[in-house]
């Protein structure tokens, strides 16, 4: 059974385990290549640049700046003291959100604590049960139910207690609950308007041999929503399109580059080779060289754009439908728009920085069986991940220790 030295040593693992993580994200957050993870909404708002686009090479990916590592947590008690409203303009609802997790916890468990020891702890350990048994015990024992012998009037305690912890528990969640979301309400309302927010993501159309796509989407919703239907903006397979203007962007930086370190020094014209990472092949003059890249690309994406508006193939059974107010937009996206539950299938639209736009080529039932894939492995992850935890368990008594690990035996016992 679990004896304090027990509780004491997985107590320790933990908290010295937490105390590592905290301080690794607290040292993390400082580097300068991190600095869009840790402060997006700062850049979204024009209030940080990026460090990593001036200064020495090195101070570009670590801080350099000894007084920061001394301050390094001084952000924690700020966070704690400023004012929830401000702290949603700082670092968003999210933040404000996750601060009040952990008061939630302490709302729910102080009071069952407190509760707990004064009148479970004396009801349980007044008793004498597991000193007149046979079993193995240990003082922490005495504290549980297990020292209550049957048919004791005492389990009434513990019957009316569980269904206090139950309600206080439940009310406390209900209040937090409420206000959470009139927070999110207020948020939303606050914000200035964006398109998605009036904007539906619509999947799967049918297809229909005498109308095209953009054409089945518009004549449904002018139907369907003709109250609230505003316009629509059809979805294409533009992977390849996607990909030559990466390829121009690319090019057109080399450019530049080279164009640059040619007018610090017009002695000497750039060169460059053409194979594999610039390691390999031919020499030749960098610039003319991009140049004549960026030429080809341009006109291998105007062909590409022509065929993507021609070819019917590149039409994707998809579409962005706008509407003319919240209300019409959520009404759509928040029921089923067909007999058919796999057709015209409707969905909030995500802002335009958060759309993966190579996946919304694939097909409906890739999709589909990808998702199906993805939650049964997760399945099988989280099912066979007990295993390494059932073996770090027994690692969190020193019995187990001294089993697991004889070598220790010798600094245990001392």
Not at 17 to 44: C, E, H
Not at 283 to 311: F, G, M, N, W
Not at 327 to 335: E, L, M, P, S
């Amino acid at each position: 059974m679990a004896t304090l030295g027990d509780i004491g040593l997985a107590a320790a693992i933990n908290i010295i385990s937490a105390l590592i993580f905290l301080v690794a994200f607290a040292i993390l957050r400082l580097q300068p290549f991190n600095d869009r993870v840790y402060f997006p909404k700062w850049y979204l708002k024009g209030l940080r640049h990026s460090p990593t686009r001036s200064g020495a090479f090195v101070a570009k990916f670590v801080n350099v700046d000894w007084r920061a590592y001394i301050r390094f947590l001084n952000w924690i008690p700020d966070a704690l003291k400023m004012p929830e409203p401000e702290l949603i303009d700082h670092a968003g609802l999210d933040s404000a959100v996750y601060l009040r997790i952990y008061l939630l916890g302490l709302k729910i468990f102080v009071p069952i604590t407190l509760l707990a020891w004064a009148i479970l702890v004396p009801v349980n350990w007044t008793n004498s049960t597991l000193t007149k048994s046979d079993f193995t015990y240990s003082n922490i024992d005495k504290l549980s139910i297990s020292n209550v012998p049957l048919g004791s009037l005492r389990f009434w305690t513990h019957i009316v207690m569980a269904y206090a912890f139950s309600f206080w528990t439940c009310y406390v969640l209900k209040t937090e609950y409420a206000k959470v979301a009139a927070m999110r309400l207020q948020f939303v309302a606050s914000e200035k308007r964006r398109p998605d927010q009036y904007t539906v993501l619509v999947r799967n159309v049918p297809p229909d041999a005498d109308e095209s796509v953009s054409e089945c989407v518009e004549h449904f919703f002018l139907v369907n929503h003709q109250d609230h239907y505003l316009m629509h903006q059809g979805v294409y397979n533009a992977n390849k399109l996607a990909k030559l203007v990466k390829e121009k962007k690319s090019k057109q930086n080399w450019l530049d580059y080279y164009q640059l370190k040619y007018s610090r020094d017009q002695s000497k014209r750039p060169m460059m080779k053409t194979g594999f990472l610039g390691c390999f092949g031919a020499k030749v003059d960098a610039i003319e060289h991009q140049i004549a890249e960026i030429e080809r690309l341009t006109k291998e994406i105007a062909e590409e754009k022509q065929r993507v508006e021609k070819d019917p193939k590149s039409t994707m059974p998809a579409s962005f439908v706008s509407f003319k107010s919240r209300w019409g937009a959520a009404v759509c996206a928040q029921t089923q728009q067909s007999r058919n539950p796999t057709l015209w299938l409707t969905e909030w639209a995500p802002e335009p920085r958060d759309v993966f736009w190579n996946n919304l080529a694939i097909p409906y039932v890739s999709l589909t069986i990808r998702k199906l894939i993805i939650a049964v492995s997760f399945f099988f992850l989280t099912f066979f991940f007990m295993i390494p935890i059932a073996f770090v368990q027994t690692l969190a008594s020193l019995d187990g220790i001294r089993k697991k690990a004889p070598f220790l035996k010798v600094i245990i016992d001392e």
